[in-house]
Structures are given as structure tokens and as C-alpha cells.
């Protein structure tokens, strides 16, 4: 952990509960009734599912998944994106905000990460859920653990990150919905005060995925989507099953106008016919794993994947980026394009030592984009995974320039540090 962090690591609690305090009050006036969703991977696509059935009767809490960012959308805020004289006004703005705001929705749906020692259960403490959805676990921003495991605190990072998303099952009032094949989800919840259900992706009975929908059948029901939702969106859609069913509201299963977050396994038309799959927004084993495997069982021709770095892994850098090759190495398609500095490093090399993978690798966007405007013929279906701005190789893609509004990251401040690298 370098100084920088390490200041904002012992002036966190003092400044997060500056604003908490405001924010409590208003929460108070408010007394929703609070369902906190969490998980390493796939927490915004429930937090978007819950919104599919309860439409206005809650308020969620998206792009606030962290202390600041739920205290300030409890006041009504959209917190710090720009200036940061912006701290400044909200220090000023919060306290009058605390007695003149507040939402007036039954439920309170927040979407919570666990991606910083203690960040979790400072926010589930404070919030004490009464329901909790636990999604997924794996290595998520495991950087940030290094340091606990370092001190001793915890054997393995896998052991803290664990322990971490935990806190939240902890401190839920009522009923914890759980991904029951992850054993490590049931031995943390298994002495908690709250009800558990355990869910299963074995009652799936049917799955069929393209690059444009998606359709999950079970027993006497099925879901259908417009995007091409990976197999593991099962333990979603049943953890939402179960939690209509706890709030006594009819469940909707046609999802057809599902909006998908952007870079969430969103469909593009390209252009001379490409098809573009953005799965952009983030990337660790888990994620990749689960978009690899997705487009493995889609039945399209001449696939392509484009592949972005994995951040904030620290000490398992090497690790799983290695890993990361068996995963591309196993689709089995036509060309695999690596971007950036550590798929250079350490998955291409392992990709080379594999026969019958065709395998390309650029530092930056810019290289890898003229690559493939020279040798896509409009006949692949590309899918784009990771980091590395690679929104903006999609944007130049496009058959329509405006669809480029529904790609991550078109905020300004991500346009300017886009412009730094030189892509504009």
C-alpha cells in the first residue's frame, strides 16, 4: 500500500462519517425497507433485475456502491465526478440536505462492494439490510487485501476478501439469499442470526445464447433476454425469484426490455456486419471466465475475442493473467487480441506455448484498433472483455456513432483521460 493510500485509509472513517451522519437523518426520515446486493461480480446486473419487478417502488442506488457514493444518493446527491471543489460544496450542501431531502420509495435497493478491508461492513453496519443477496465471490481488487494478509490478519487473500463480504450476510436483519454451491458462502453464513436460502444453478433446465439474446429455461418458466446474458446470470435470476416471492410482489419473466449496463454483455451491430459483444466495464477470473464460456456456447462463426488487462491484483498479478491464457486458449477461436501491459507480459507468452491458438498483442488501444480495422472482413462476431479503454476500440467499430452513448465510461472525466493516451 503506498502513503497516498494509506492517508486515505486513516482519514476514511472521519470523512465517510461526516457524511453518514447527514445522511442518516434523512434516511430516517425516510425508513425504507432495505435490500443490499453484493458480490465480487454480476451485483449491478441483480441491482438492474430488481428494478425489472419493483419499477418505482424503490430507489437504487446505481453508481453508488461505496460510503460516499450511498450516503450522497441517500441526500439526493450525485457526489464527486468532476472538480474537487465539489467536496467543498457537498461538506456545506449535505447538512441542510439531511433535513429538507428524503426518498419517499418502499425500498431502498444498494448495490455494495466489497473491494477495500472493512469498506463492507462499515456500510452494512451502518445500514443494517433486511434482506441481503450475496452473488458471487472470487478475487476482485485483491490488491487492496495484500496488505492484511501481509500483517498476518488473514492466511490467504482468499481467506479476506472472503471474510469481507461476509460482514454483509452478518449484519442482515431478516433473509440472506445465497449462491449454495459456493462452499465458501455457506460455511460464512452458516451461524448467522438471518434466515438463509441457499439457491442452485443445477435447476436450471435449459440455456441457449447468441450474440443478440439470451433465453433460460426452468421448470414451467423461462426468462428471455435481448442481450447475450451468460449462463451464470442463473443465480441471479433465481436469487430474484426468491425475493419477490419474500416481498409478496408477482414476478415479471419476460426480461425483453432488460436494459443491460453498459459494457455488462451489451450487443452492437458493427461495421459491414460485425457483430460487437461490450463486455468492457471490468475484468478478473470470474468474469472473464464466465464471458469466455458464454461465447464458447454461442453458435456463430469466425469468433474473435479482444482482450484488456486485469487490474488490481497485486501480488496474483502473474497469476492470473497466466490463467487467464488456459481460459482464452480453451475457446478455441479464430484470433485472440491482447491489450496492454500485462497480458503483453505474462498471457501472451503462455498463449504462444499452445498449438492452434492465433494470437495477437498491442500495449495500447490505438495499436490493437488499426489491427483490426485491416483485418476484419464483417463476417466475425468480436467480444470485448477488460480493461484498457477498450470502449473506445468498440466506439470506432459501430455501424451507428450514436450507440456509442450506451458504452461505460462516457462520463467527460474518462473522456479526458481517454485523450491523454491519445484516443480520441
Known amino acids: 500500500m503506498d502513503l497516498k493510500s494509506r492517508i486515505s485509509d486513516k482519514i476514511y472513517p472521519f470523512v465517510a462519517g461526516y ?3 447527514w445522511a442518516n437523518i434523512s434516511l430516517k426520515r425516510w425508513h425504507p425497507r ?22 418505482k417502488q424503490a430507489h437504487y442506488s446505481h453508481n453508488a456502491n461505496s460510503a460516499f457514493g ?23 450542501k449535505c447538512p441542510i440536505r439531511a433535513f429538507t431531502f428524503r426518498h419517499k420509495e418502499k425500498y431502498y435497493i444498494v448495490e455494495t462492494d466489497g473491494d477495500f478491508p472493512g ?20 478475487r476482485s481488487h485483491a490488491m487492496c487485501f495484500d496488505e492484511v494478509v501481509k500483517k498476518g490478519k488473514f492466511a490467504t487473500l482468499d481467506e479476506a476478501i472472503a471474510h469481507e463480504f461476509a460482514t454483509i450476510p452478518q449484519n442482515t436483519k431478516k433473509l440472506v439469499i445465497i ?8 460455511e ?14 443445477s435447476e436450471l433446465k435449459g440455456y441457449k445464447v447468441q450474440p443478440d439474446r439470451a433465453v433460460f429455461t426452468f421448470t414451467k418458466r423461462k426468462f428471455t433476454f435481448h442481450d447475450p446474458m451468460p449462463r451464470d446470470v442463473t443465480i441471479q435470476l433465481l436469487m430474484l425469484e426468491k425475493l419477490m416471492e419474500y416481498l409478496d410482489v408477482k414476478i415479471n419473466y419476460n426480461l425483453s426490455n432488460y436494459a443491460t449496463p453498459p459494457g455488462r454483455n451489451n450487443f ?66 479464430e484470433q485472440i487480441i491482447l491489450v496492454g501491459r500485462r497480458t503483453t507480459k505474462y498471457t501472451y507468452p503462455a498463449l504462444q506455448k499452445k498449438k492452434g491458438v492465433h494470437v495477437m498483442t498491442f500495449r495500447k488501444p490505438d495499436a490493437a484498433l488499426k489491427y483490426l480495422e ?45 485523450a491523454q493516451w491519445g484516443l480520441n
Open 374 to 418: 485491416h483485418n476484419l472482413t464483417g463476417k466475425e462476431t468480436v467480444l470485448f472483455k477488460g480493461s484498457q479503454y477498450l470502449e473506445w476500440i468498440i466506439e470506432k467499430l459501430l455501424e451507428n456513432p450514436e450507440d456509442a452513448a450506451k458504452l461505460p465510461r462516457q462520463t467527460a472525466l474518462y473522456k479526458k483521460r481517454r
Open 119 to 138: 469498506r463492507a461492513e462499515y456500510i452494512s453496519k451502518w445500514l443494517k439490510p433486511e434482506v441481503s443477496l450475496w452473488v458471487s465471490l472470487g
Open 188 to 201: 460464512k453464513t452458516k451461524d448467522i442470526k438471518a434466515e438463509v436460502v441457499k439457491l442452485s444453478k
Open 179 to 186: 449462491d449454495g454451491d459456493n462452499k465458501t458462502m455457506v
Open 70 to 92: 450511498i450516503a450522497f444518493d441517500i441526500l439526493g446527491e450525485h457526489g464527486v465526478t468532476g472538480s474537487k471543489m465539489q467536496w467543498v460544496k457537498l461538506i456545506f
Open 19 to 21: 457524511f453518514k451522519f
Open 34 to 55: 432495505i435490500v443490499m446486493i453484493t458480490g465480487s461480480a454480476g451485483k449491478t446486473t441483480m441491482l438492474n433485475l430488481v428494478e425489472t419487478q419493483l419499477g
Open 268 to 333: 452492437f451491430k458493427g461495421k459491414n456486419g460485425l457483430q460487437l459483444i461490450d463486455s468492457s466495464y471490468n475484468a478478473h477470473i470470474i468474469s472473464m471466465q464466465t464471458m469466455l464460456d458464454t461465447f464458447k456456447e454461442m453458435d456463430v462463426e469466425h469468433k474473435w475475442i479482444v482482450v484488456g488487462d486485469i487490474i488490481d491484483q497485486g501480488s496474483i498479478e502473474k497469476e492470473e493473467h497466466e490463467k487467464l491464457a488456459d481460459l482464452l486458449a480453451d475457446t478455441k477461436v
